[in-house]
């Protein structure tokens, strides 16, 4: 099966500090990455979408200077958390996309706490 | 706009009792429906993607359906360990859109 993996696995952190959250796909490429949020007993929310190489494309309401992406390989997208706040904690899981079946596999989730 | 909506939100099942989970969906051009498990705290786990109606897939006590319409997770003697949350998501064709639309999800519980 495909393996995605993702560190750290929980952080706490100050308010006003920047969080880093890599997402890696550890037995095959993938072109494509995403990264979602999830609050608690409800459904997954898409953040952004990321294409290796390229700049990553958030959805609506989802503030690019704040959370900011890098794909930088074909294995490898980290996600930033820059001045996090109380209000950014939250459940943060990547996910990638393998090939031309268009199967996208998801990480374990990042629990991030802001104090 | 691709739209997915899954039935019963909760569902309580007693060890051995068969059961089916629902996903109804809207989508201009289905590229692809999947079936995932999460359990509380962790990422989905992948189960099963459809391509085309008709089309069944299994794993263990899992059995996967699609129509044109809907698809159908069928659980055949469940056990304690099928206790998840069971989402359902759609991939469409509309303007190369690369993105997963998600159901809200069924939580099983399964009583031994």
């Known amino acids: 099966g495909a393996v995605v993996s993702q560190h750290p696995s929980w952080v706490i952190c100050k308010s006003g500090t920047s969080v880093k959250i890599e997402c890696r796909s550890l037995?095959?490429?993938?072109?494509?990455m995403f990264w979602y949020r999830q609050f608690p007993k409800q459904s997954l929310m898409l953040m952004a979408t990321s294409n290796e190489g390229s700049k990553a494309t958030y959805e609506q309401g989802v503030e690019k200077d704040k959370f900011l992406i890098n794909h930088a390989s074909l294995t490898l997208s980290t996600l930033t958390v820059t001045s996090a706040h109380p209000e950014d904690s939250s459940f943060y899981i990547c996910?990638?996309?393998?090939?031309?079946?268009?199967?996208?596999?998801f990480g374990p989730g990042t629990r991030l706490t802001v104090l | 706009e691709d739209q997915v909506t899954q039935s019963p939100e909760a569902l309580r099942l007693q060890e051995g009792e068969s059961s089916s989970l629902n996903c109804s969906y809207t989508v201009s051009g289905l590229r692809g429906l999947f079936w995932y498990r999460q359990d509380p705290g962790k990422g989905p786990e992948f189960l099963f993607t459809?391509?085309?109606a008709g089309e069944e897939k299994e794993k263990e006590r899992l059995k996967a359906t699609l129509t044109k319409k809907e698809s159908f997770l069928h659980i055949t003697a469940p056990k304690p360990e099928d206790s998840a949350t069971y989402l359902c998501a759609v991939r469409g064709t509309q303007g190369g859109s690369e993105k997963l639309v998600f159901g809200k999800g069924t939580k099983l519980t399964v009583n031994p």
């Open positions: 459809l391509y085309s």
């Open positions: 996910s990638a996309r393998r090939g031309a079946l268009d199967e996208q596999f």
């Open positions: 037995d095959f490429q993938a072109t494509t």
